[in-house]
DNA sequence: GTGCTACTTCAAGTCGACTTGAGGTCAAGC
DNA sequence: GCTTGACCTCAAGTCGACTTGAAGTAGCAC
């Protein structure tokens, strides 16, 4: 039988219990049964929460997630939205592109102090004007 | 005179004033003095400000930001963090151009159901193998 | 001197994605 | 049959960066 633990399919997705259960509350899983007490899920588990976790690192909320899926549990994604996610993205991707390249240079710059060095002060100035929202890490975090 | 009213450094830094005593409370910056209640800021500021507004966008945190300034208020910035912070953004943004070519893709593949396209699929092996933490965006929303 | 209004303080609330803790249950191994 | 331990539920807590709300106050115009 083709059926898995809920521990299996923790492990297998990378993830705890603990967020399996709370991905099934929000709708974006659903269990097959149980055996006693315990989840059991269907194999496509594994390939949904792979399109889950592919949604989480393109940036969708996980209330967006759960709107790709249809009604019948097939995913039914918009190729709009995700063309308007990959601008969005490359938007990003840009800035930090060079925000990177600042920061190498600030790294290796040989002005005494940083704020006596013009590319910092440029820098600065595209700061001050142009605010980019910058993340918080995902840190799980041991038990 | 040269002090700023902390309603003129709220609008020339582009930040509510909220903000501003909440910096100031983590000691991110501080006011020259008090005009009655009101804070008055020496114009030095507006550059940390910006100071601070580029580290968030590099991903610093405040805290992490706050050990950016020595015990006089100078800048003093570690460019081995510089250069750390560069590589870690570097890595980032190798992960979303992935991401992004891949989105684009998707949206333009002709394939019936996504679960077809066998760049699809490649994606989500991907996601599921190499989980890439993402950010929430900042959205401070209307008043 | 009175009002208006923009500031003040301080505590508490918000958001998203989970995690943690207390107390309970049950399949399996001995 | 009893223990063990991994699961269960449900409520509450966490994290970071702020925002919001209530209640108070001072500078300025009149």
Known sequence: ??????????????????????????????????????????????????LIALGRTAGFSLDEIARMFAPDGQPRIDRQMLAAKAEELD???????????????AAACPAPSHMECPT??????????????????RTPGPP
Chains 1, 2 share one sequence.
Not at 20 to 40: C, D, N, P, T, V
Not at 91 to 105: F, T, Y
Not at 122 to 132: H, I, N, Q, W
């Open 91 to 105: 938007r990003k991707i840009r800035e930090l592109d060079v925000l990177r390249d600042s920061l190498r240079h």
């Open 1 to 50: 039988m083709a059926e898995l633990d809920i521990a299996e399919v923790a492990q297998r997705a990378g993830v705890p219990a603990s967020t399996l259960r709370f991905y099934e509350e929000k709708g974006l899983i659903a269990s097959s049964g149980r055996r006693g007490l315990r989840r059991q899920y269907d194999p496509g588990v594994l390939e949904r929460l792979a």
């Open 120 to 137: 910092f002060r440029r820098l600065l100035k595209a700061a001050a004007s142009g605010p980019v929202a910058m993340p918080r890490r």
